[in-house]
T-cell receptor, first 113, second 114 residues
């Protein structure tokens, strides 16, 4: 079945450090790929998405590129801020119409001033 | 707009008790979802609905029932709670299909079953 594997952390960075969170997937078709973020005490919210190969999603300084050849969707940010402290989830939705988002286990990021 | 709201925010049950979690959205979305979040496991889909009066099973439906009598509401029921159902429950909604449309999540309900 479909699955998502991502770095689990937790990870602690200093402000202005470079961030990469690795995400790889297994899917039978051509899935859409997502990054969701969960701030402390809140529900998840969409950070960015890509619906086909070579698409780049971007938002709030975060970027991720849909790489079909390596089945990856790594999240990057050049300079993190304290306000980026959160749990980050990689997810996919396949094309089979199941309406299911398959999530990775999530990675907790803490950014210190 | 309030977005997606969930009631209650916290609940403690004894094994065997029943309860209903309410999800409401004011965005006129067709699709609604119930997930559970457990430590180290990400989120897993329990049930979902693609429109008023419809429901479908997700990845982990056993022990739960749902109803979508009104477009804006999606109820999750536990008929006989078990300790394994201790979790954080999230409701979400979207305009259309998961592949292309953003899911909007509520703040969650933390349920403890003793």
């Amino acid at each position: 079945g479909d699955s998502v594997t991502q770095m689990e952390g937790p990870v602690t960075l200093s402000e202005e450090a470079f961030l990469t969170i690795n995400c790889t997937y297994t899917a039978t078709g051509y899935p859409s790929l997502f990054w969701y973020v969960q701030y402390p005490g809140e529900g998840l919210q969409l950070l960015l998405k890509a619906t086909k190969a070579d698409d780049k999603g971007s938002n709030k300084g975060f970027e991720a590129t849909y790489r079909k050849e390596t089945t990856s969707f790594h999240l990057e940010k050049g300079s993190v801020q304290v306000s980026d402290s959160a749990v980050y989830f990689c997810a996919l939705s396949d094309q089979g119409g199941s309406e299911k988002l398959v999530f990775g286990k999530g990675m907790k990021l803490t950014v210190n001033p | 707009n309030a977005g997606v709201t969930q009631t209650p925010k916290f609940r403690v049950l004894k094994t065997g008790q029943s309860m209903t979690l309410l999800c409401a959205q004011d965005m006129n979305h067709e699709y609604m979802y119930w997930y559970r979040q457990d430590p180290g496991m990400g989120l897993r889909l329990i049930h979902y609905s693609v429109g008023e009066g419809t429901t479908a099973k997700g990845e982990v439906p056993d022990g739960y029932n749902v109803s979508r009598l009104k477009k804006q509401n999606f109820l999750l029921g536990l008929e006989s709670a078990a300790p394994s159902q201790t979790s954080v429950y999230f409701c979400a909604s979207s305009e259309g299909e998961t592949r292309t449309d953003t899911q909007y999540f509520g703040p969650g309900t933390r349920l403890t079953v003793l």
